[in-house]
């Protein structure tokens, strides 16, 4: 059952823990029918990074328990800090202890949002949710980070202002054997990130993965498509048997079945056999560390681009 508008009386109560630690209602940017009251905004001077203007967002629609959520905005990057419980005043002295500098990241040529939730379960009190790293030159990766233990992290990929690029399908892999191959869908690209561990340990892992990736997408723009191939040309390859392992799997059982003795009892070389019984059994668990649910295809081989940039290379693929 829905709860009623927020009436004045109620708003001055659901507010005054809040307005004891110094917060000023934003009665014109609130919305009472939804039962969301919005606070004035504050900016914070970030040092080596941009200002960081700060907005408290209180939800009240569920009856007895709040959603508080500083809402921090830099040079354009938006990152949510959210905690839920039935004490406002203690919501937002969990969410104050937060420096506002701690949900962003920034390189050359780069920018990092991250979305937490701040419930005390992670290292530091911070679970990773979401982060939108946004690439100068047209592009933007998200990252959306299951709170379901053995999940991959999802990953899209989408360029932005207008650009259209082409981009190698092992733009993600390249970076190690925890990044699945890109796909092409309908405005993008999608992927997929193994991150092991703890919960903490996914959300640190998580976070570190999208700042390289960032790093990565800026430079990759930066240059040709024949740099990129130069320069990472061995990665380019491992990229490639990863994704021929399950294909291999398959080779390998008909290999196996093909060698083993037919008729007769050959006991000559016991350990050559006991080595090709077992190969499949190991190239399809392998198969299974490097991807949740393995395809079967033959990857196309990388080669180099002669196109003066990605955009040149999207027209060329149009071609």
Request: glycine share 8%; hydrophobic share 50%.
């Amino acid at each position: 059952m829905s709860l009623p508008p927020l009436s004045h009386h109620e708003i001055l109560a659901l507010v005054a823990p809040l307005s004891r630690r110094g917060c000023r209602v934003d009665l014109a940017a609130s919305d009472r029918l939804a039962r969301r009251l919005v606070f004035r905004p504050l900016e914070h001077a970030a040092g080596a990074l941009p200002a960081i203007v700060d907005v408290l967002e209180l939800d009240c629609s569920a009856e007895g328990r709040f959603r508080l959520a500083r809402v921090l905005t830099m040079a354009g990057a938006q990152a949510r800090l959210e905690a839920a419980g039935s004490d406002a005043g203690a919501l937002y002295d969990r969410l104050a202890a937060v420096a506002p500098q701690r949900a962003f990241s920034r390189g050359e040529g780069w920018t990092v949002a991250r979305d937490y939730a701040v419930d005390g379960d992670g290292e530091d009190g911070l679970v990773l949710e979401r982060g939108v790293a946004r690439i100068d030159g047209g592009l933007t990766l998200k990252l959306a980070l299951p709170a379901v233990r053995r999940m991959s992290a999802e990953l899209t990929l989408a360029a932005t202002g207008g650009a259209e690029l082409e981009l190698p399908e092992d733009l993600l892999a390249v970076l190690g054997w925890n990044w699945a191959p890109m796909q092409r869908k309908p405005g993008g690209w999608e992927s997929r990130l193994r991150v092991p561990g703890s919960i903490a340990q996914r959300s640190r892992r998580a976070e570190a993965a999208l700042d390289l990736a960032a790093a990565h997408l800026a430079r990759t723009l930066a240059e040709t498509p024949a740099q990129y191939h130069e320069r990472l040309q061995r990665a380019r390859w491992v990229a490639v048997f990863r994704r021929a392992i399950p294909s291999l799997t398959a080779v390998a059982l008909v290999a196996t079945v093909a060698l083993m003795p037919h008729g007769g009892d050959d006991r000559r070389e016991p350990g050559l056999w006991f080595v090709l019984y077992h190969l499949p059994t190991l190239v399809l668990a392998l198969s299974f560390c490097v991807q949740e649910m393995p395809r079967f295809e033959i990857p196309p081989l990388p080669r180099r681009s002669g196109a003066a940039d990605w955009r040149r290379a999207a027209r060329a693929a149009r071609a």
